[in-house]
């Protein structure tokens, strides 16, 4: 076989990973909020408009009741209480709204949001006759109408398109230990379903080797670590976490993961979905109660990370008082100061709690 034709040959290798790039717009983006990370991890959501607006960037949201925003519905679909066509129509709706704004593309803070959004545009252009019905529909409920979207985004690919701008412009400090100099150990968890609905089409780097959360971390001084349950599903999978009898499910995978990326000494995880991040971050301490094993590995989102990077307020700006699992240990190793009594002020740095 001829070098250039073997996948292990450099040639090869590039033509393997051209399958696994998608385009990235620079702006013109509609941000999409997520139901679980705003009320969870505050401060992981707001600091998305802070770096798009860090960047000048032409974007748009439009939340107000009045306006017809809602969820995605993605919960109620995969929970089965909610039909397809209920979710195509939600979907539509919030289509219109981004186009009102004049944008073109979509981007959600949500990883289910983004699988939903990127199903419903496979289903229009695979369907003969959906988009006409759909477009019947939503005239008929709302008055709206829309048009398919040019892009559909996950938040993380647009840090993922600016990690070396936010790096070289706006970042204080590198995931790197102050103290011995060397990169902290960064455990990628990437949310199924970004990288396994549509590994080809919506993926960076597809499901195996998805780069999304990755390549941030390394490009901001991080050490990638691999290790044999990289690509196991969290456990959230709806009808675990929804149903009371199947919770222990949930905890089960949680666990497998930890107890086979802890041999690595991983410095923290890293996380592109709100339910991903809930459930590595809460289940560490329900594993503790249990079985008395403690994993306690910070569990950050990607704008978390950036966000302690670059110097803004651990408690005030990035929320880490959030967590279960203590973050102030991460915070340490890089060097990145913070008051602890700072940890509950509200306005007028009120104690709230």
Same mark, same amino acid.
């Given at each position: 076989?001829?070098?250039?034709?073997? &996948?292990?040959?450099?040639? #090869? %290798? *590039?033509?393997?990973?051209?399958? @696994? =790039?998608?385009?990235?717009? $620079?702006?013109? +983006?509609?941000?999409?909020?997520?139901?679980?990370?705003?009320?969870?991890?505050?401060?992981?959501?707001?600091?998305?408009?802070?770096?798009?607006?860090?960047?000048?960037?032409?974007?748009?949201?439009?939340?107000?009741?009045?306006?017809?925003?809602?969820?995605?519905?993605?919960?109620?679909?995969?929970?089965?209480?909610?039909?397809?066509?209920?979710?195509?129509?939600?979907?539509?709706?919030?289509?219109s709204i981004a186009q009102e704004i004049g944008v073109d593309t979509i981007t959600?803070?949500?990883?289910?949001?983004?699988?939903?959004?990127?199903?419903?545009?496979?289903?229009?252009?695979?369907?003969?006759?959906?988009?006409?019905?759909?477009?019947?529909? &939503?005239?008929?409920?709302? #008055? %709206? *109408?829309?048009?398919?979207?040019? @892009? =559909?985004?996950?938040?993380? $690919?647009?840090? +993922?398109?600016?990690?070396?701008?936010?790096?070289?412009?706006?970042?204080?400090?590198?995931?790197?230990?102050?103290?011995?100099?060397?990169?902290?150990?960064?455990?990628?968890?990437?949310?199924?379903?970004?990288?396994?609905?549509?590994?080809?089409?919506?993926?960076?780097?597809?499901?195996?080797?998805?780069?999304?959360?990755?390549?941030?971390?390394?490009?901001?001084?991080?050490?990638?670590?691999?290790?044999?349950?990289?690509?196991?599903?969290?456990?959230?999978?709806?009808?675990?976490?929804?149903?009371?009898?199947?919770?222990?499910?949930?905890?089960?995978?949680?666990?497998?993961?930890?107890?086979?990326?802890?041999?690595?000494?991983?410095?923290?995880?890293?996380?592109?979905?709100?339910?991903?991040?809930?459930?590595?971050?809460?289940?560490?301490?329900?594993?503790?109660?249990?079985?008395?094993?403690?994993?306690?590995?910070?569990?950050?989102?990607?704008?978390?990370?950036?966000?302690?990077?670059?110097?803004?307020?651990?408690?005030?700006?990035?929320?880490?008082?959030?967590?279960?699992?203590?973050?102030?240990?991460?915070?340490?190793?890089?060097?990145?100061?913070?008051?602890?009594?700072?940890?509950?002020?509200?306005?007028?740095?009120?104690?709230?709690?």
């Open positions: 076989m001829k070098e250039n034709n073997s &996948l292990f040959s450099e040639t #090869g %290798r *590039e033509s393997l990973w051209k399958r @696994y =790039i998608k385009d990235i717009p $620079d702006d013109g +983006y509609f941000l999409t909020l997520s139901c679980i990370l705003g009320a969870l991890y505050p401060g992981s959501e707001a600091m998305i408009p802070k770096v798009y607006d860090l960047f000048g960037l032409n974007w748009g949201t439009n939340p107000r009741p009045e306006s017809g925003w809602s969820c995605c519905s993605g919960i109620a679909y995969h929970g089965d209480i909610m039909p397809i066509e209920g979710t195509l129509l939600t979907v539509a709706r919030l289509w959600m803070s949500c990883v289910t949001s983004f699988g939903i959004h990127c199903e419903c545009r496979d289903l229009y252009e695979n369907e003969p006759g959906l988009k006409e019905k759909i477009d019947r529909l &939503l005239k008929q409920s709302c #008055g %709206r *109408e829309f048009e398919i979207p040019k @892009y =559909i985004l996950h938040t993380s $690919d647009v840090f +993922y398109h600016y990690r070396n701008q936010l790096r070289d412009n706006f970042m204080k400090f590198q995931l790197i230990d102050k103290k011995t100099g060397t990169p902290l150990n960064v455990v990628d968890h990437v949310g199924c379903h970004y990288s396994k609905l549509f590994p080809e089409e919506h993926s960076l780097g597809g499901s195996e080797y998805c780069e999304v959360l990755s390549g941030m971390a390394t490009a901001w001084g991080g050490k990638e670590i691999d290790y044999p349950e990289r690509r196991h599903c969290c456990g959230m999978g709806f009808r675990q976490c929804m149903i009371s009898p199947n919770r222990a499910g949930t905890m089960a995978s949680v666990h497998k993961k930890m107890k086979s990326m802890s041999p690595f000494q991983p410095d923290l995880i890293i996380t592109n979905c709100p339910g991903c991040q809930v459930f590595l971050d809460k289940e560490q301490w329900a594993i503790y109660e249990i079985t008395g094993k403690k994993y306690f590995i910070p569990v950050l989102t990607y704008q978390e990370v950036a966000g302690i990077l670059m110097g803004w307020d651990p408690y005030g700006v990035v929320g880490i008082q959030f967590h279960t699992v203590p973050v102030e240990p991460l915070l340490d190793k890089i060097g990145t100061p913070y008051n602890p009594s700072e940890a509950w002020l509200g306005i007028n740095k009120r104690q709230v709690y």
